[in-house]
């Protein structure tokens, strides 16, 4: 059997699959939030940072791997666990010092991975992918190296405060103490990989394109970027490798505290979103995933390597071979929740029943989709804009300001997508949000392609756990046509006759573009 981790924002999973039976066995996961409340992160960061620092407390994510073991092995035996893969929150970063490795391979197993590992971190807490205190640092970086075009056609994405070169140069300016002392720095799915191999673990291509130090088009660390961040930074970086591939074995902390086999392989973990594009079954190219969370997010898998020139856009690499795109959307759920408070109702009101009142096009009435900052387009809003009727302009009308506020959200993504230049034969939809016939059947209708819904929640963790069997030789397009089937609902069709041409142009006006 195979094992995958994910280690995301608000929680730590560790799903079981057995590939010969197509089944998976069991899975287990620990809360942040509910289950370590100790840390004080009820949404898995530490709350109230200053200046737009979002971060965690890296003993917490070591706490909830020893939790989540000692879940797993109450009820299956370890040993028959032939390989481990893992997937982490993109763009977090771990900073360690040099004892790391000492302390982790001669680890106590009366002891606990958090206590152990402790006084190696040489920044105490990780800064992660909701952080925006560094946009200093990104323009510095951007114009070392000749402006923000530069480096995106280097790292496959403009200079991006969340993602992990602004943040160590941002460690190095505030603490350069603390970073003569960091002998690694690992993003959380290498750092994640390395405690499981008891070994620093290389960074896999699709989470280093995450950076903006990776060259896309090389598949190394580039050294303009590296420069421009912070010096000898090539020391302090693991290496690169392709994720699925073996790194190790699994440390002896973990043989004798929970029984895994000493034969267990380590495969190079990735990102939490390239390890969903795998568990969604859409590495293939023209592949289409939408993901509905807090923020929606567009990816697919790409053929080629090419680049928003609007600088919205990310390009990563894709596990199953090659490179994926990457789109987010910030006013996801966030707006949707807002509307629904807003205007006093429940989701009801944003499924069929509701939209049925209203026809697709909305008359005409339309809205720029946005409750807060957004950042694609990546613009300052204080509310959403409206357009159309005087009784729309006023806010009257529930059903109208739903539909408007749904059409907006999928022609903004329809329009900052068509860069990546793919014609969407089918989409695969996910996240809490995907579970609405009706905002399923308003995504097939902008974007004109038939919506179905994986059965599976947990996309990454089963991705993670796909690419584990790669380790050992298994076909991963041929074990995603197993795991990752479409759930029993029917496949939601566009309606006939409804085309979103002219509104998707009028839209693009209304935003200024």
């Not at 699959?17 to 004080?40: A, M, Q, R, T, W």
């Amino acid at each position: 059997m195979y094992l995958g981790f994910d280690s995301s924002t608000q929680s730590l999973s560790g799903m079981i699959i057995d590939p010969v039976s197509g089944e998976i066995v069991l899975e287990k996961s620990v809360n942040f939030g509910n289950d370590l409340p100790h840390y004080g992160a009820p949404s898995g960061f530490i709350p109230n940072g200053t200046a737009g620092e979002v971060h965690s407390d890296p003993r917490m994510w070591l706490e909830a791997l020893d939790e989540v073991l000692k879940r797993l092995s109450a009820e299956i035996d370890l040993s028959c666990v032939k390989a481990i893969g893992g997937s982490g929150q993109q763009h977090g970063s771990v900073y360690l010092d040099e004892t790391f490795e000492d302390r982790i391979r001669n680890a106590n197993v009366a002891d606990h991975l958090a206590s152990i590992l402790a006084p190696s971190f040489s920044r105490k807490t990780s800064p992660i992918w909701m952080d925006t205190s560094t946009g200093q640092q990104c323009r510095e970086m951007a114009d070392a190296v000749g402006g923000n075009e530069e480096v995106c056609r280097i790292t496959g994405s403009v200079a991006i405060e969340r993602f992990t070169g602004s943040q160590i140069r941002k460690f190095y300016q505030v603490d350069p103490a603390g970073y003569a002392n960091t002998a690694k720095i690992h993003l959380v799915s290498s750092f994640m990989c390395s405690v499981l191999s008891a070994s620093h673990a290389p960074i896999d291509f699709g989470d280093g394109a995450g950076m903006n130090l990776m060259n896309l088009a090389q598949c190394a660390w580039d050294a303009k970027m590296l420069e421009a961040t912070a010096p000898q930074l090539i020391k302090k970086l693991p290496s690169l490798a392709a994720s699925g591939s073996s790194c190790g074995l699994v440390g002896a902390y973990f043989v004798k505290k929970y029984g895994f086999s000493p034969s267990c392989k380590v495969g190079v973990f990735t990102g939490d979103n390239p390890a969903s594009l795998v568990g969604m079954g859409a590495t293939a190219a023209g592949q289409v995933v939408i993901s509905l969370g807090t923020s929606d997010t567009f990816f697919a898998g790409m053929n080629a390597a090419h680049t928003d020139p609007r600088g919205f856009g990310h390009v990563f690499g894709n596990p199953g071979g090659g490179y994926m795109c990457l789109v987010c959307f910030r006013n996801g759920s966030l707006a949707r929740e807002a509307l629904r408070d807003e205007l006093s109702t429940d989701w009801n009101a944003f499924d069929t029943g509701g939209l049925s009142q209203t026809q697709p096009g909305n008359e005409g009435n339309m809205m720029l989709p946005f409750y807060g900052p957004e950042i694609t387009p990546r613009r300052d809003f204080s509310g959403p804009i409206r357009q159309g009727s005087e009784d729309f302009e006023a806010g009257h009308n529930a059903t109208t300001q739903i539909r408007a506020l749904l059409e907006g959200q999928f022609l903004n993504m329809r329009l900052h997508t068509d860069w990546i230049g793919i014609a969407p034969e089918k989409i695969r939809l996910t996240g809490g949000a995907s579970r609405s016939n009706g905002i399923a059947q308003v995504v097939a209708d902008v974007f004109h392609a038939p919506v179905e819904r994986l059965s599976i929640a947990n996309s990454a963790a089963l991705g993670a756990a796909l690419l584990a069997t790669t380790t050992d030789g298994y076909d991963l397009l041929a074990l995603q046509k197993v795991f990752c089937q479409p759930s029993q609902d029917a496949m939601i069709l566009p309606a006939p006759g409804v085309n979103y041409d002219v509104p998707l142009k009028q839209f693009a006006v209304l935003l200024g573009n």
